[in-house]
């Protein structure tokens, strides 16, 4: 099982970036995957996640600016992320939280400073 998110990098507050996650390993058709960010000092939070049948769900703190979409045929899995803010300096990692819930890749660092 493995993930590799790519796509981080320094963004100007309210710019975009689009993060993405290969998986290998994993039944990845089947299995809802998610994002989730951990900022300096802080525990890791869910940021968002879609399932099997692609219903996706947000936190609150970036409702209306991220969106999370996957392509299956190629196992990989996305977060756009528009009107970028401070806050949202992390590092963003994804995973199967139902399916192997413990398998972590490194993760892709996004620092949003002007």
């Known amino acids: 099982v493995q993930f590799v998110e790519s796509g981080g990098g320094l963004v100007q507050p309210g710019g975009s970036l689009r993060l993405s996650c290969a998986a290998s390993?994993?039944?990845?058709?089947?299995?809802?995957m998610a994002w989730y960010r951990q900022a300096p000092g802080k525990q890791r939070e869910l940021v968002a996640s879609i399932s099997s049948s692609s219903t996706t769900n947000y936190a609150d703190s970036v409702k209306g600016r991220f969106t999370i979409s996957r392509d299956n045929a190629k196992n990989t899995v996305y977060l756009q992320m528009n009107s970028l803010k401070p806050d949202d300096t992390a590092v963003y990692y994804c995973?199967?939280?139902?399916?192997?819930?413990?398998?972590w890749g490194q993760g892709t660092q996004v620092t949003v400073s002007s």
């Open positions: 390993g994993i039944t990845f058709n089947i299995l809802t």
């Open positions: 995973n199967a939280p139902y399916g192997f819930p413990g398998y």
